[in-house]
């Protein structure tokens, strides 16, 4: 006979609620990021921290299965991006997209980090929607999603099912770009090196673990000059005070370059916020850009709620738009989102909204919201154009 003596009933066991399985998630991604810097020798560098925090499978923040996207806190979300504050973003980016595609000859979209879908579901109904310019024997267009992510995947799919069988997805780099490529948010989401000025240097930044806690702490050797004056000509300066801590792309820089690599003819359209260089790298700018984004809320701690919050820094354009050149790219534009929307026909496309979306439209274009901050800059290959987004106020000589 079994003796039970030694159990104590306890009732029926309870469910465990979202909450639980979050909690059991972020503890399994710290389990896993404080097992990498241990096997990396007890320090790890903030980009490959950044890298697990954002993209671990099925623990990172993207690919956790968080609902990230929306108009505010009651939805759930973390943050808004244009593409949900109004369809008309993607209604007035659809016309620089159809001028590119003609340019092009071809009838494919290329989208990098669709997130909700939102975008790729308003550039759609807009390219599907007839144009004078447009030959009536033209095929419809198609378009590609390039997601990391398997959830977002599984969210987009169900947002554009009625555009099946158009619509198909990869995880990976096709091998063969032509047409337009679209990429809305998608650098500044991309990991980042994080420099600290001590000593009159640079030193790298990375991660440590203290008492069970992830912290930063730098490497003494100083960052490597000709890598860094390769990277961010002006952090050789020596302006800088001491404590000041900023970033360098190696990655963003990275993926434009393999976009160089694959796009054989047309453009590329990149949208998000940053500055130019001499902006960007401002000794004034003690605190770099890195920001993190919880329940539309701000903070600059990466090292806490790892995996339950976005982490993302601005885009240095001057960077991309280099790398851009030596891979083989044109740049063919650089101005603000404001005026990039303006010179597409936002006005006019407002023409018959009512006042609610055109309140939030505003929103993208007005200077203290996401106009000003916000850049667009488009790359090309093979195709002879003059963007119509823009022909007034492009800013590429200020890069």
């Known amino acids: 006979m079994q003796d ?22 972020q503890d399994a991604l710290r389990r896993r990021i404080a097992a990498r810097i ?36 009651a939805s759930g979300s973390d943050f808004v991006t244009a593409p949900e504050l109004s369809p008309f973003f993607g209604r007035t980016l659809a016309v620089q997209v159809r001028e590119g595609l003609a340019a092009s000859g071809s009838r494919e979209v290329f989208e990098f980090g669709a997130g909700s879908g ?31 992510s398997a959830d977002l995947r599984e969210r987009q799919q169900r947002r554009l099912a009625r555009f099946a069988p158009r619509v198909r997805w990869l995880d990976a780099w096709p091998d063969a770009l032509r047409g337009v490529v ?21 030193h790298e930044r990375g991660v440590v673990v203290v008492d069970g806690a992830f912290a930063f702490a730098d490497l003494d050797a ?57 902006e960007y790298y401002h000794p004034q700018r003690t605190g770099g850009t890195l920001m993190c984004h919880q329940a539309h809320q701000a ?39 404001a005026r990039f929307l303006i010179n597409c026909g936002l006005v006019d496309l407002l023409a018959g909204a009512g006042v609610a979306e055109r309140a939030n439209a505003q929103k993208l274009v007005n200077e203290h919201e996401m106009g000003e901050l916000f850049k667009v800059l488009l790359l ?19 890069l």
Do not use: C
Request: aromatic share 8%; net charge negative; no cysteine.
């Open 222 to 278: 100083p960052f490597e000059p000709a890598g860094l004056a390769q990277a961010a000509p002006a952090l050789a300066e020596p302006a800088f005070v001491e404590g000041t801590v900023t970033e360098i792309h190696p990655v963003a820089e990275a993926f434009v370059a393999s976009l160089a690599e694959r796009l054989e003819r047309g453009i590329a359209i990149l949208v998000d916020y940053g500055f130019p260089e001499h």
């Open 299 to 337: 903070d600059t701690n990466p090292l806490a709620d790892v995996g339950a919050k976005d982490i993302t820094a601005h885009v240095n354009w001057s960077g991309i738009a280099l790398a851009a050149q030596e891979a083989g790219l044109a740049v063919l534009g650089y101005t603000s989102q």
């Open 380 to 398: 090309a290959r093979g195709v002879e154009l003059d963007p119509v987004g823009f022909r007034d106020g492009d800013r590429s000589h200020r």
């Open 182 to 202: 679209v990429g809305n948010e998608v650098l500044d989401a991309m990991p980042v090196k994080l420099l600290h000025r001590a000593g009159g240097t640079w």
């Open 38 to 73: 241990a096997a990396a020798g007890g320090w790890l560098p903030f980009d490959d921290f950044m890298a697990e925090a954002l993209y671990a499978p099925g623990l990172g923040y993207y690919s956790g299965g968080r609902r990230i996207f929306g108009l505010g806190p």
């Open 4 to 25: 039970n003596s030694g159990i104590r009933a306890t009732g029926p066991t309870q469910p465990a609620t979202p909450q639980d399985a979050a909690a059991g998630a």
């Open 118 to 148: 939102a975008l790729a579901e308003a550039l759609l109904e807009a390219l599907d929607a007839p144009a004078p310019e447009d030959d009536d024997s033209s095929p419809p267009v198609t378009y590609t999603i390039v997601e990391l």
